[in-house]
């Protein structure tokens, strides 16, 4: 705790998802107070026929 | 916001998945009186032995 | 199963809430094809400073 | 009711996630007093890239 | 990681909560193979009008 | 579409969630390469006897 779970399009890469941990722990520690290692994040990669909004499919509007 | 997370069990079509978000974000647009493209859903698609009820997971029960 | 998480500005009516449930499961039903009672709809009721979008707390965009 | 979402990291057997299904709701309906039926869990398995503690992936600490 | 979320029904005692982290978390630790510090577990108490099953709410079945 | 929930301890500021809303939708723009206005951020704030690490409630720990 914190804990952080993020749920973001599949297809980045792992260079990407690496320096995303970094920087939102980063950003949660020295704005939250806490430390490192106190904060959790948990990604879940979905896909484009996964995700909606406004109820039109995000596979739908490309 | 309004933000919706449903988990189902996989196996969906895509179009069982288009006239689900598109059914919902009515709902929600309606009831809750907000805008549709202010309604986001995110779908997890589990498999059988990802759930269970009364202990069980999904898999045994069939 | 199918589990609906829905986070949404505090505020609305229980009639509201009444309404939202029914309809959203109405949604699920007919379109992912199961049976009423297999549907759990759990709300989170979020207040201003705990929603943020494009980095901006809702309660600073009012 | 009570909903159990549980992230945990991929590679257990079907039989680990038999008996840990079995053992959690146990110990919900003897500690919150509930029914079994009742109790509701879903499993998100998730890959080493997908998690991170201190801000490293966990494929990165391993 | 194992982190678990539970979402269940405001009112149950914080003895009752103390026992039901301990219990979940030695099932878990027990059965998925992991250290019991590694376990997290969040609690979102949520009340009767929060809840619908079937379409109906929580509060309008008692 | 980044959807990201954070779970932490009550007693923020306001000033601290502002903070931490805008860093941690700068990072998560500059790194997943998407724009900001697509960055949701929800956060629960919950309390020490509704958080457990290692199976002990935290509010047990202090």
């Known amino acids: 705790m914190p804990n ?5 399009l ?3 890469t792992i260079e990407q998802k690496r320096e995303m941990a970094k920087r939102v722990t980063d950003a949660i520690v ?4 806490c430390k490192p ?3 959790q ?3 879940h990669e979905v896909s484009k026929d996964q995700i909606a909004n ?3 499919l995000r596979c ?3």
Chains 1, 2, 3, 4, 5, 6 share one sequence.
């Open 41 to 43: 994040i948990i990604m």
């Open 30 to 33: 020295e704005t939250l107070n």
């Open 60 to 62: 739908d509007k490309d």
């Open 10 to 12: 599949e297809g980045r």
């Open 54 to 56: 406004g109820g039109v």
């Open 4 to 8: 952080v779970v993020i749920d973001f």
């Open 37 to 39: 290692e106190a904060v």
